[in-house]
């Protein structure tokens, strides 16, 4: 069997932790979105996928310029190197669980590219799908990582609560989350 959303899903009250997903992408991260989240002092975590850094180069170091200006402050999650995906396939064989995907190999390379441009790794790890099993738990925890997961996926409609992890992407592939995000922050102003 296959894990659904498995790790780390909520945090204490007092508010929620935004975290958003850079995937493999072939659209433009959405600046404009992160930039209104500029100056207000929320911490975001953003993971990252290798192949993203390496396609998306010019707005990965627009957000790194970001967090040395003071304007964002940005906690680096791993979200592996290829972020696996097959358009059709079920999800229980699917993200990670494809044939010939290893898991040390997405973790470790996107570490290293991270360090290489200037990233510090957190000790945190999103499987792509927020799809594991066991064996994929045990790996992460080898490589002394916390497996993050979410339970407000904006997108998807799960409404968030106090202490929620918020899941959205600012990648360009999920405009809907993001507009509610905008939505129920403007409410809460």
């Given at each position: 069997?296959?894990?659904?959303?498995?790790?780390?899903?909520?945090?204490e009250?007092?508010?929620?932790?935004?975290?958003?997903?850079?995937?493999?992408?072939?659209?433009?991260?959405?600046?404009?979105?992160?930039?209104?989240?500029?100056?207000?002092?929320?911490?975001?975590?953003?993971?990252?996928?290798g192949?993203?850094?390496k396609?998306?180069?010019?707005?990965?170091?627009?957000?790194?310029?970001?967090?040395?200006?003071?304007?964002?402050?940005?906690t680096?999650?791993?979200?592996?190197?290829?972020?696996?995906?097959?358009?059709?396939?079920?999800?229980?064989?699917?993200?990670?669980?494809?044939?010939?995907?290893?898991?040390d190999?997405?973790?470790?390379?996107?570490?290293?590219?991270l360090?290489?441009?200037?990233?510090t790794?957190?000790?945190?790890?999103?499987?792509?799908?927020?799809?594991?099993?066991s064996?994929?738990?045990?790996?992460?925890?080898?490589?002394?990582?916390?497996?993050?997961?979410?339970?407000?996926?904006?997108?998807l409609?799960?409404?968030?609560?106090?202490?929620?992890?918020?899941?959205?992407?600012?990648?360009?592939?999920?405009?809907?989350?993001?507009?509610?995000?905008q939505?129920?922050?403007?409410?809460?102003k």
């Amino acid at each position: 069997g296959f894990l659904e959303n498995a790790g780390l899903t909520h945090g204490e009250r007092g508010g929620g932790y935004f975290t958003g997903d850079l995937c493999p992408s072939s659209k433009p991260m959405d600046r404009d979105f992160l930039a209104t989240l500029e100056g207000e002092k929320t911490p975001i975590a953003l993971s990252i996928s290798g192949l993203w850094l390496k396609h998306h180069f010019a707005d990965y170091r627009w957000l790194v310029d970001r967090q040395a200006e003071g304007k964002l402050a940005i906690t680096w999650i791993n979200h592996t190197y290829t972020h696996p995906y097959k358009k059709g396939v079920a999800e229980g064989v699917n993200f990670l669980l494809l044939p010939g995907v290893d898991p040390d190999y997405e973790i470790l390379e996107t570490e290293r590219l991270l360090i290489a441009n200037g990233g510090t790794p957190s000790l945190f790890f999103r499987f792509p799908g927020l799809v594991s099993t066991s064996p994929l738990m045990r790996a992460v925890r080898e490589h002394h990582l916390i497996a993050l997961g979410a339970d407000a996926w904006l997108a998807l409609n799960q409404a968030p609560h106090d202490g929620s992890i918020l899941l959205v992407h600012p990648n360009g592939n999920e405009e809907r989350g993001l507009k509610i995000y905008q939505r129920d922050a403007g409410e809460k102003k």
